[in-house]
């Protein structure tokens, strides 16, 4: 069998279960987006994250868990990380360059799946920060599309910049080749800011309790429905626990894998 005689020498890895860097943009001084090569044995579902990681200095691997932002169509991994200055992987992780090696261990899990929710005709994805990576596998999956008739995206920052990342990816969806169809009009997007001046101001929480983003988007109702009304939710343990309670209040409930409900949580990575 040719294959298995070809020489090994050209791929050879230096790490265990090492992934290539091929591509890193800096959005903030505190957010960084980077893709790697995929392994061929991985499969996702979109939503899932993977451990990710660097060799420590005393050789100990330091692994992270990272949502992966590109959808499992994709022939390579999207990843969306914070930088923090004394973070023991971020501070060395925020230098990388495309042609470097990372640790990825190709098991992917997580609870951010269309399969934990019920069936329904409404799905939010609301996100703080860097919680907007596993949405950003979820936007450019067909099936998200195929199973919801409208889906709407908030996310809150800060600053404006912070929301670049995902502005960029909302706004290259009607387009694209292979999403663009499935997406058509299906795709709301509602950014808001809540340290700097922008469009639409102020907390996902606030915006969904006042009913403000009803109205500004023209969405039927003032609140979700838990007959009709699916979401997903990924921020800060705080804003997790408070965007839960609304729902909870609205007569939603949590679901798993193992019993689908109305909405599903998931905590954005951390330090
Ligand atoms: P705010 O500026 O009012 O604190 P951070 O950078 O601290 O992780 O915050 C990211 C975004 O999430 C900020 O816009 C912040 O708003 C918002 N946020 C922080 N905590 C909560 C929460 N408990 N509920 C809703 N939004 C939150």
Redesign the pocket.
């Given at each position: 069998n040719q294959q298995t005689a070809a020489p090994q020498t050209a791929t050879k890895k230096t790490l265990p279960d090492a992934q290539t860097v091929t591509e890193v943009r800096h959005y903030t001084d505190r957010l960084f987006y980077f893709r790697t090569t995929r392994p061929q044995s991985l499969r996702f579902r979109s939503g899932e994250f993977v451990m990710i990681g660097l060799p420590g200095e005393d050789g100990k691997p330091i692994m992270r868990a990272y949502s992966i932002a590109s959808p499992a169509w994709d022939e390579g991994l999207d990843f969306y990380s914070i930088k923090v200055q004394d973070g023991p992987l971020t501070s060395r992780l925020q230098h990388i360059q495309p042609g470097d090696e990372i640790i990825l261990r190709p098991k992917p899990v997580g609870t951010l799946v269309l399969d934990a929710l019920l069936p329904g005709k409404r799905l939010w994805f609301l996100a703080?920060?860097t919680g907007i990576a596993p949405f950003a596998s979820l936007m450019r999956d067909p099936d998200t599309y195929e199973r919801y008739d409208e889906v709407i995206m908030m996310h809150?920052?800060?600053e404006v910049a912070e929301l670049e990342f995902g502005r960029q990816l909302v706004e290259s969806l009607p387009e694209d080749p292979l999403i663009g169809e499935f997406v058509g009009d299906k795709l709301k997007y509602y950014p808001t800011t809540?340290?700097e001046d922008s469009k639409w101001m102020g907390?996902?929480?606030d915006n969904l309790a006042s009913g403000k983003v009803f109205a500004d988007l023209g969405l039927e109702g003032t609140q979700m429905d838990p007959v009709t009304d699916r979401a997903m939710v990924c921020?800060?343990l705080?804003?997790n626990k408070?965007v839960m309670a609304i729902m909870e209040g609205w007569g939603l409930n949590e679901g798993a894998n193992s019993e689908p409900a109305q909405y599903v949580v998931e905590k954005a990575f951390v330090g």
């Open positions: 703080t920060g809150t920052c800060r809540t340290r907390r996902v929480t921020g800060s705080d804003f408070d």
